[in-house]
Structures are given as C-alpha cells and as structure tokens.
C-alpha cells in the first residue's frame, strides 16, 4: 500500500487593521473645538460687558489677558506630567474644569470676579493643546501627522465661526449671563467621553487592534517605543532645503536637552509673535464691526465668523500641502503666512464699509494667518520622541501663547489712545513680521 501525503499550503490570515485613530482624532476634534468656544465667546459679549460694567477698552482687554496668563502657566508642568503619565486622566480633568469655570463666568458680579474666573479657565485649558497634539503624535503615523494636526488645529476655526452668530442668539434672546451657562454643558459631557474612549497611547486602547498599532508604529523599531523622531522628511528639495536651513539634527531624547534647544525656543517665540495677531483679531474683530463699521449685534455675528471660516480652510489646506506637497517641511508655511497676512492687514485698513467685500478680506485675513498654524504643532514632532515631544510642545505653546495675554490689553490701550483700529492692525502687522523673522532662525529637521 502506498501512503500519499498531500501538502496544504494554509494561507495566515491576515488580520484587518481597525481604524480607530480616526474615532479618536474626532473626539479631540470636539474637545478642542469646545475649549476654543469656552475661551473665545466673551469676544462676542464683550460690549455687553463693558456697558454693565463701564469699562475701559484696556479694562476689557485685560478680561481676555487674564485668561492667557492661566493658560500659559500651567501649559510647562502639563507637558512635564503628561510626558511622564500620558495624556488620558489630565485632559479628561481638563475638559471638566475648563467647563465649570465657564459657567462661573456668567456669575460675575464684577469685572474683577470674572477676572478671576477668567483666569481659573485658562489654567483649566493650559493643558489643552499639549494633550492633544501629543495624544496625535502617539496616535498617528508620520505620514498622517501633519494632516492630523491640520484637522485638529481646524477645531479652533470651527469653533470660532459657530460662537459669534450662536452667542449673539443667546445673548439677545436670554441674556449675555447665558451664553456662559449653555457653553459649559458640552465640555462636561465630553470630559466623560474622553476618559473612557481616548486612551494615552493606541497599545493601551481595547479599541485598536494589533494591525492598526502596527501601522501607526511601522516607521521603525524604535518608533514602536516612542523613542524615534518620526516626523522628519528624507526625500531632498533642493533650493528649498537650502533656503529653510534643513539639516541632520540629532533627536532630542531627554527633557533637558529640549529645554536647551534653541529650535524648540525659536518656534515658541515665533509662535508667541504669531499669538499677538491671531488673538489680538479674535479680541477686537466683533467690536471693530460694531464700533468702527456701525454692524447690529445680528450682523456682526455673521461677519465676524469670516476669518474664521477661513482660518479653518488655511488649516486644513496648511496641514495637507506641509504633508503632501512640502514633504513634512514645516518651515515654508510658516514663512509664507505672516508675510501674506501683513498684505491683508494693510488691506483690512483699507477696506470699504461694503458687507461682501469686507468678509471676503476678513475671510482670506483668517486663512492665510493659518496656513502656518498646524506647523507650530507639527514642528516640534521632527525634534523629539514620543516621550519629549509633550514637553516640547508645552514650551511652544506656553510661550506663544502669552501673546494672548499681552495682545488684547496693548490692543485695548491704543485704542484708548488713538481711537482708531487702524493703528491696531499696524501694530499687529509688524508682530507677523517679527513672527517671520524668528522663523528665519531655526532650522528644519531632516533625516539621516
């Protein structure tokens, strides 16, 4: 008897990767589109709040200042904290108390008390865009980081275009206190929806299967530990290179050797140039259209969402040509924006009182302003490892954000002085120049 054996090839099978980063990059969308609506609507009310309150334009600036000095203290030792126990519990607390100080806000009695409650929301949100964006920078491949990061940044349009018609209707129809109370509902709901859908890390995620993780983590070995700078272009543009200064920079591993980089430094100062413009608009925007342009509250609302409308296009466009068209270069953009956005300032100044031709040039102010945004967020992921990046980070956005703590009270005191916005918007224009200058500074990281 002959025993023939018959070999069966038995294909593995392959299992099919999940897309769950994509659930969570929404979730941080909502997140950050919350906390920007938080911190932004008093923009709106704002000349509501100076009548009751009989303010000044330096008084009522320093109402948006007080929020920026909350913000940009806690923004270093979150990034420190998070870099040494993830992401998931102190943004998920973040949310919660960003949101009762909300509500607070629409308890003020005085221009001191809010203030103060001004100030306990941005110590709230100070940990905000450390934990998103290091939450991206764990959750995302290299070649996705800079979109992701352009979808993430978008948040901030959104937000700003829905909180102007959307509070005016509030504040007309039941009072300005109540604009506060109904934006605080939402973040306490996602502050819940966070802790237990948004983990630190994709490995840690009973949502995101092993095929995704493999995915998200296929650059290289050592990106599966977070120990790689995996946002770094490798393919050369040649004159470009030469002009944005792209080099071989060695990765910076510790904590201390971020805190010595002057690229990290020179992005957070260029960041902080960039602050003053970008807040100093969304401070006096809705006054100027009331004040200097004669627009009913109503109108004003739906103008007033112009540059944002285009801040949310320069985003996403912005994350989309640094990804695909730049080759994960960061740099350009952030060169060619605030030079761009100088010629719209100009423009602005210059701006006949038509409706239609004013949004246009507010809308084309916000979208070429943030071409560059994404990048200050994206950077800093070329320079560092999963583990230093939110430090990194923290420095950025710290110190760029302090331009949101002085730009509304410079911009509230020449107002004062010279009772004309014109003289704002030159002053936010030679802060876009700086802001192209520093840029100039660093250097842009490549790959061996």
């Given at each position: 008897?002959?025993?023939?054996?018959?070999?069966?090839?038995?294909?593995?099978?392959?299992?099919?990767?999940?897309?769950?980063?994509?659930?969570?990059?929404?979730?941080?969308?909502?997140?950050?589109?919350?906390?920007?609506?938080?911190?932004?609507?008093?923009?709106?009310?704002?000349?509501?709040?100076?009548?009751?309150?009989?303010?000044?334009?330096?008084?009522?600036?320093?109402?948006?200042?007080?929020?920026?000095?909350?913000?940009?203290?806690?923004?270093?030792?979150?990034?420190?904290?998070?870099?040494?126990?993830?992401?998931?519990?102190?943004?998920?607390?973040?949310?919660?108390?960003?949101?009762?100080?909300?509500?607070?806000?629409?308890?003020?009695?005085?221009?001191?008390?809010?203030?103060?409650?001004?100030?306990?929301?941005?110590?709230?949100?100070?940990?905000?865009?450390?934990?998103?964006?290091?939450?991206?920078?764990?959750?995302?491949?290299?070649?996705?980081?800079?979109?992701?990061?352009?979808?993430?940044?978008?948040?901030?349009?959104?937000?700003?275009?829905?909180?102007?018609?959307?509070?005016?209707?509030?504040?007309?129809?039941?009072?300005?206190?109540s604009v506060f109370y109904w934006f605080a509902v939402p973040g306490i709901i996602l502050s819940a929806i966070w802790y237990f859908f948004v983990h630190s890390r994709p490995e840690d995620s009973p949502y995101c299967n092993k095929a995704e993780v493999?995915?998200?983590?296929?650059?290289?070995?050592?990106?599966?530990?977070?120990?790689?700078?995996?946002?770094?272009?490798?393919?050369?543009?040649?004159?470009?290179?030469?002009?944005?200064?792209?080099?071989?920079?060695?990765?910076?591993?510790?904590?201390?050797?971020?805190?010595?980089?002057?690229?990290?430094?020179?992005?957070?100062?260029?960041?902080?140039?960039?602050?003053?413009?970008?807040?100093?608009l969304m401070t006096w925007i809705p006054s100027y259209l009331v004040n200097a342009k004669g627009y009913s509250f109503v109108k004003m609302g739906w103008i007033a969402s112009a540059p944002w409308i285009g801040a949310l296009c320069g985003q996403l466009?912005?994350?989309?040509?640094?990804?695909?068209?730049?080759?994960?270069?960061?740099?350009?953009?952030?060169?060619?924006?605030?030079?761009?956005?100088?010629?719209?300032?100009?423009?602005?100044?210059?701006?006949?009182?038509?409706?239609?031709?004013?949004?246009?040039?507010?809308?084309?102010?916000?979208?070429?302003?943030?071409?560059?945004?994404?990048?200050?967020?994206?950077?800093?992921?070329?320079?560092?490892?999963?583990?230093?990046?939110?430090?990194?980070?923290?420095?950025?956005?710290?110190?760029?954000?302090?331009?949101?703590?002085?730009?509304?009270?410079?911009?509230?005191?020449?107002?004062?002085?010279?009772?004309?916005?014109?003289?704002?918007?030159?002053?936010?224009?030679?802060?876009?120049?700086?802001?192209?200058?520093?840029?100039?500074?660093?250097?842009?990281p490549i790959q061996d």
């Amino acid at each position: 008897m002959t025993n023939t054996s018959i070999n069966v090839t038995v294909k593995p099978v392959v299992e099919r990767k999940t897309q769950y980063r994509w659930i969570v990059l929404a979730i941080i969308f909502l997140f950050y589109m919350i906390n920007f609506a938080d911190r932004t609507n008093i923009g709106v009310v704002l000349p509501m709040i100076k009548s009751e309150f009989n303010l000044s334009n330096f008084e009522a600036g320093s109402l948006m200042s007080f929020f920026f000095l909350g913000y940009a203290i806690t923004q270093i030792p979150a990034g420190l904290f998070m870099s040494k126990f993830g992401t998931r519990g102190m943004v998920s607390l973040s949310i919660l108390g960003f949101s009762v100080f909300t509500y607070l806000i629409g308890t003020s009695t005085s221009a001191a008390m809010m203030k103060w409650f001004r100030l306990g929301l941005g110590l709230c949100e100070g940990p905000s865009p450390v934990g998103g964006s290091a939450t991206i920078k764990n959750w995302y491949p290299p070649q996705e980081q800079g979109t992701a990061a352009g979808i993430f940044m978008g948040a901030t349009s959104l937000a700003l275009m829905a909180v102007p018609p959307l509070a005016v209707w509030i504040m007309v129809n039941y009072g300005w206190r109540s604009v506060f109370y109904w934006f605080a509902v939402p973040g306490i709901i996602l502050s819940a929806i966070w802790y237990f859908f948004v983990h630190s890390r994709p490995e840690d995620s009973p949502y995101c299967n092993k095929a995704e993780v493999d995915y998200i983590r296929s650059v290289s070995t050592a990106a599966n530990t977070g120990d790689a700078c995996s946002e770094r272009p490798s393919q050369s543009l040649g004159w470009l290179d030469k002009i944005i200064r792209a080099k071989r920079l060695s990765c910076l591993e510790t904590n201390a050797e971020v805190f010595k980089s002057w690229n990290v430094w020179g992005i957070a100062i260029t960041y902080f140039f960039i602050g003053f413009v970008t807040y100093g608009l969304m401070t006096w925007i809705p006054s100027y259209l009331v004040n200097a342009k004669g627009y009913s509250f109503v109108k004003m609302g739906w103008i007033a969402s112009a540059p944002w409308i285009g801040a949310l296009c320069g985003q996403l466009l912005g994350g989309w040509i640094s990804d695909k068209l730049l080759l994960k270069r960061r740099k350009p953009n952030m060169m060619f924006g605030p030079l761009s956005l100088i010629v719209m300032l100009a423009a602005l100044i210059n701006v006949p009182n038509n409706s239609v031709i004013l949004f246009i040039v507010l809308f084309l102010t916000g979208g070429l302003l943030n071409l560059a945004w994404p990048c200050y967020f994206a950077y800093p992921m070329g320079l560092t490892t999963g583990k230093t990046y939110p430090t990194a980070i923290s420095i950025v956005t710290s110190v760029g954000n302090m331009g949101g703590f002085f730009s509304p009270m410079v911009g509230g005191y020449l107002l004062d002085v010279y009772k004309t916005f014109d003289v704002v918007f030159i002053f936010l224009g030679v802060c876009a120049f700086l802001s192209f200058l520093m840029v100039l500074t660093v250097e842009e990281p490549i790959q061996d």
